[in-house]
């Protein structure tokens, strides 16, 4: 059981937008930073987002992220077929170990 | 740009000793990153193993603690992890990567591990 709760899967048409929520408490993403990695098959995750917010170099628009309280928010607009990956969420937590969600299986239908 | 390269064996028996290095290249790793190790079971999620930092200090995650250990070695530019007793648990795909404190910017491709006799 992770210590971060994401859906196991989400889904939406090409050209439309979808987001994915990661769930957490006080003892991790309450009080530090979320990131986002993307991990396509057969491949190593690839960071997304970090520090809430900010897109590495690279990475478009398409792609946002959030935080509020104790949850966080992974946004892509202008579905692709090649955005069809597992989404993971990821912070630190005061237990001081560095966390992820389960992972969300995004499928563009 | 950062490369970063697992290397082991495939194949550990139960209860030996896992040990795995990562050949870093494009960085120093005595420069202001921590270099750490991620891993996923097959069908999984992820899994953060352990990280150290320049100056060698090290971090664990507490579930894994008592059977892990992560070191550098400045001079060939690597990093490695020992993981001992290990059970068919420990079975997964193992990144190593660089990180900004538990942000983990740039991986390796994955090296499977499987534990079997």
């Known amino acids: 059981q992770s210590v971060l709760t994401q859906p196991p899967s989400v889904s939406a048409a090409p050209g439309q937008k979808v987001t994915i929520s990661c769930s957490g408490s006080?003892?991790?993403?309450?009080?530090?930073?979320v990131s986002w990695y993307q991990q396509l098959p057969g491949t190593a995750p690839k960071l997304l987002i970090y520090?809430?917010?900010k897109r590495p170099s690279g990475i478009p628009d398409r792609f946002s992220g959030s935080k509020s309280g104790t949850s966080a928010t992974l946004g892509i607009t202008g579905l692709q077929t090649g955005d069809e990956a597992d989404y993971y969420c990821?912070?630190?937590?005061?237990?001081?170990?560095?966390?992820f969600g389960g992972g969300t299986k995004l499928t563009v239908l | 740009q950062v490369q970063l390269q697992e290397s082991g064996p495939g194949l550990v028996k139960p209860s030996e000793t896992l040990s795995l290095s990562c050949t870093v290249s494009?960085?120093?790793?005595?420069?202001?990153?921590?270099w750490g190790w991620i891993r996923q079971p097959p069908g999984k999620g992820l899994e953060w193993i352990a990280s150290?930092?320049?100056?060698?200090?090290?971090y664990y995650n507490p579930s894994l603690k008592s059977r892990v250990t992560i070191s550098a070695d400045t001079s060939r530019n690597q990093f490695s992890l020992k993981v001992n007793s290990v059970t068919a648990a420990d079975t997964a795909v193992y990144y190593c990567?660089?990180?900004?404190?538990?942000?983990?910017?740039?991986w390796g491709q994955g090296i499977l591990v499987t534990v079997s006799s």
């Open positions: 990567a660089r990180l900004i404190h538990d942000t983990a910017y740039s």
């Open positions: 494009g960085d120093s790793i005595s420069s202001g990153y921590f």
């Open positions: 150290i930092f320049q100056s060698g200090t090290t």
């Open positions: 006080n003892s991790n993403i309450g009080n530090n930073y």
């Open positions: 520090q809430n917010n």
């Open positions: 990821g912070t630190w937590d005061n237990s001081l170990s560095a966390v």
